[in-house]
């Protein structure tokens, strides 16, 4: 049995015209009917496999679209629907419109239109569907490495007041690779003092993965 | 003994698979009464399969014993029902289970979830008192609270609680989390608050709430089924197409009706209740003196 038998879609509208977003709508009504393929459209980031994104993003929607991006468990995919959502479209050049999604939060899928076709939409939905088997699978493969697939990391009542800062909570993207840099510092800090050979080596690690993506090391900060 | 043991096995093996089957069912139904294809009719059980391969996102940790403890107390009271226990019990463990669930999304902090466990909580003010009439309305029929003797009596239960049967299906609708009365959740995907109840509930502890939902219908079938059942062995046929017909009436009014507001909730459910169970009820101790 495949996961990609129910995929449960979250839309959420960057800053669009609502051509793309009735287009999206249109694929629910009888005509299409997108049930059919078991998909649901879902308005809770908890429950959803994909990640439906229309219009640019601009500066206000940003951190919104990166919060909705971690909240989803894995694995999860992001489709960019419509030209605006790919690359900014007639939108680009407004001085609050940073680009289309992938500014934000890795893109998996583009379909592109203006306004999109349900045609073209529920095309890319299915393209994005065998791309969340591939994604169960290394998830299936990190589970065997030891990582836990609960995820602790957004247990609240953990949090320290002083954790919370309002001006960068929503600045990291939770992305798969950077998890796990998370999850192999949280292991390098936990283990036992290792014998003295090691050291340099434990020393290491938690540096190139400070230098690498700044933004994951200030939630790391703030969980630890 | 053997004989509680083999039927509590097969209602822990057999339940899941029918109400898993029931949901697909209502789905693909709806779908058709909405002129579309509809999913496929074991859409649910992938909907499970997937929850269970998907991380789990816990907000609070409490939360997990709770949903567990709201699957194992949902299957408890189903188990004490077909056995043939005690009706009393078997209502007392589900309030117990319902009260799990609540907690488990008032544990989260998260406003969708402490919204959607206020609504529960009202929704359980409405389905309680019928609930427990339904018990004693066997017992003014029949005489015992036991299932077991319940379903060997000499008439069905129809017969002399018909007002019952007609509060428990308004009350059904609000156990199904059924269109008027779906406010604390819903098996529809959108909502005005989310998802209610489940909102901070993701990947397995949302498949075993799944899981629970369907333990927990086949266990409101059961008791529906108890109206029809006496001791003609021929009446369980009756009792089945009385399910069947009364599960896709529940199927048609989710369809037909929009959501009412809490308040229309609990003043129709009461005066539901307070007609037809109250009324069966009075009218049953009155003669039956």
């Given at each position: 049995m495949k996961i990609s038998k129910s995929p449960w879609v979250l839309h959420y509208d960057g800053s669009s015209c609502n051509g793309c977003d009735i287009e999206v709508l249109a694929t629910m009504t009888p005509l299409y009917d997108v049930e059919r393929f078991g998909i649901i459209n879902t308005g809770n980031p908890k429950h959803a496999d994909i990640l439906l994104l229309t219009g640019g993003i601009n500066a206000q929607?940003?951190?919104?679209?990166?919060?909705l991006y971690n909240q989803m468990p894995d694995p999860k995919v992001v489709i960019a629907c419509g030209i605006c959502s790919c690359d900014g479209g007639i939108f680009k050049e407004c001085y609050n419109i940073l680009g289309g999604s992938d500014k934000v939060v890795p893109v998996d899928v583009y379909v592109p239109g203006c306004a999109v076709r349900p045609e073209a939409l529920i095309d890319g939905v299915v393209k994005a569907l065998a791309i969340l088997e591939e994604k169960r699978v290394k998830v299936k493969e990190s589970m065997k490495q030891g990582y836990c697939t609960v995820d602790y990391s957004k247990i609240a009542v953990r949090m320290k007041a002083e954790d919370y800062d309002p001006a960068t909570q929503y600045d990291a993207v939770l992305t798969e690779e950077a998890l796990r840099e998370q999850a192999e510092a949280k292991i390098a800090q936990t283990?036992?003092?290792?014998?003295?050979p090691a050291a340099p080596a434990a020393a290491a690690n938690p540096a190139p993965a400070?230098?690498?993506?700044?933004?994951p090391k200030k939630d790391e900060g703030g969980n630890a | 003994m053997t004989a509680i043991i083999i039927k509590v096995v097969l209602y822990i093996l057999l339940a899941p698979i029918i109400g898993g089957l029931m949901e697909g069912?209502?789905?693909?139904?709806?779908?058709?009464?909405?002129?579309?294809?509809?999913?496929?009719?074991?859409?649910?059980?992938?909907?499970?399969?997937?929850?269970?391969?998907?991380?789990?996102t816990v907000v609070n940790s409490i939360q997990v014993l709770f949903v567990i403890a709201y699957t194992i107390f949902t299957i408890f009271t189903g188990a004490l029902f077909f056995a043939g226990g005690d009706m009393l019990l078997v209502f007392f463990a589900l309030s117990m289970s319902e009260v799990m669930m609540v907690l488990a999304a008032y544990s989260t902090n998260g406003p969708y979830s402490a919204l959607g466990a206020n609504r529960e909580l009202l929704q359980m003010m409405c389905y309680e008192p019928m609930i427990l009439l339904v018990a004693i309305g066997f017992y003014e029929a029949n005489g015992s609270f036991m299932v077991n003797d319940l379903v060997q009596a000499a008439n069905p239960a129809i017969c002399k609680i018909p007002g019952m049967?007609?509060?428990?299906?308004?009350?059904?609708?609000?156990?199904?989390r059924k269109s008027p009365f779906d406010m604390s959740t819903s098996h529809h995907a959108h909502q005005e608050m989310v998802k209610g109840l489940t909102s901070d509930i993701s990947g397995t502890n949302l498949a075993f709430y799944e899981i629970a939902e369907w333990y927990d219908e086949v266990l409101m079938m059961g008791i529906v089924a108890m109206f029809f059942i006496y001791k003609n062995p021929i009446s369980i046929v009756w009792a089945l197409i009385a399910c069947v017909i009364f599960y896709l009436m529940e199927t048609l009014i989710d369809n037909v009706f929009p959501r009412v507001k809490y308040m229309a909730m609990l003043v129709s459910s009461w005066v539901v209740i307070l007609v037809t169970a109250g009324t069966n009820l009075l009218i049953l101790s009155v003669i039956g003196k």
């Open positions: 929607t940003a951190p919104v679209v990166r919060q283990a036992k003092p290792a014998p003295k400070a230098t690498a993506t700044a933004a | 069912i209502d789905r693909v139904v709806s779908a058709r009464m909405q002129r579309r294809q509809g999913p496929p009719l074991l859409q649910p059980f992938y909907d499970v399969y997937k929850l269970l391969a998907k991380q789990t049967l007609i509060g428990f299906l308004f009350i059904l609708t609000i156990k199904f």
